[in-house]
């Protein structure tokens, strides 16, 4: 059997009462970590947490919404009252919307934004101090929608370029200290449960499941999140298409734009 990575580490998974995030809890849990779960709903954090404890996984949960600072502060002290330090902090939550900027409620963008930007920023800064401690990881779970703005998802796109410079902020900023930080620029991935997104009214609108296959699986992606801890690596983007994607709007943004226009009504099939 293959060396467990992660036994004794603690790890705070944001948005992990469903989705990526509990693939991610519970591939960490797997690897010998102790989980703390959080989202905003108890009865999926209970399923989550069962799940994982039947597996022999240590796992509880805190229940909060990270967009808030204090409640951001309350699910580290609950990391640390629970477990006595904090080692890896996986940054998971986020929410999508779909629309056209002409089209969307101005509530739709402070949705997204607040999720997505502080969502994930005042949980690092919550959990900080003890992953300096530690020398810990900070993972910030982004997008290929982060690379280059995409047509009907411009709030969720513009959240994850501003988790960009933010994770390139940290890195000099807590390069001295220690703390690892990284970026995963996740590939459009299987959906297995009623995933929401915020429609342009701002009512929520549930996703169809997406053709397996031509998706990437959960699971695959918690092990790209566990190789970027486990090597302390800066970023990975997954998939030919993410890398294609990157390297064409390093050399011509006007490539990218291009090849999104002519397939527009391909990629927003895909989207829904
Ligand atoms: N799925 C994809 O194809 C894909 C592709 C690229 C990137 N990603 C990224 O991967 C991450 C996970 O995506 P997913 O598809 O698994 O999403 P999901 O199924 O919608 O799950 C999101 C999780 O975040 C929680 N959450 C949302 N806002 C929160 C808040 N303010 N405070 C606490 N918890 C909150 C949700 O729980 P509650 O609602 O109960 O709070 C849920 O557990 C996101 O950052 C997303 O942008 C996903």
Not at 167 to 185: C, F, K, N, W, Y
Not at 254 to 264: A, D, F, G, H, T
């Amino acid at each position: 059997m293959a060396k467990k990575r992660f036994i004794n580490k603690v790890a705070i998974v944001t948005g992990s009462s469903r989705g990526i995030g509990s693939a991610i809890a519970l591939a960490l849990g797997k690897e010998g970590a102790k989980i703390v779960l959080n989202g905003r709903d108890e009865l999926r954090l209970k399923e989550v947490q069962t799940e994982l404890t039947q597996q022999g996984i240590e796992a509880v949960y805190y229940k909060g919404d990270v967009s808030d600072f204090q409640q951001a502060k309350e699910l580290s002290n609950f990391a640390l009252q629970t477990f006595g330090k904090i080692d890896i902090l996986v940054n998971n939550v986020g929410i999508s919307s779909r629309g056209y900027l002409a089209d969307l409620d101005p509530s739709v963008l402070e949705q997204v934004f607040k999720s997505n930007v502080f969502g994930t920023i005042f949980p690092t800064q919550a959990a900080l101090p003890s992953l300096r401690q530690s020398k810990g990881n900070i993972i910030f779970i982004s997008s290929l929608a982060g690379i280059h703005g995409l047509p009907g998802l411009s709030p969720y796109s513009a959240s994850k370029m501003a988790l960009t410079s933010f994770v390139e902020s940290l890195r000099i900023e807590e390069h001295a200290q220690q703390v690892h930080v990284g970026m995963l620029q996740v590939a459009m991935t299987e959906i297995v449960h009623n995933k929401e997104v915020v429609a342009a009214d701002g009512s929520k609108q549930v996703l169809a499941p997406r053709q397996k296959g031509k998706v990437l699986t959960m699971q695959q992606v918690a092990q790209d999140c566990l190789s970027l801890i486990d090597k302390r690596r800066y970023k990975k983007t997954q998939t030919l298409i993410g890398n294609l994607n990157l390297i064409f709007n390093r050399i011509s943004p006007l490539i990218v734009e291009s090849i999104l226009r002519k397939n527009l009504h391909k990629f927003e099939e895909n989207s829904k």
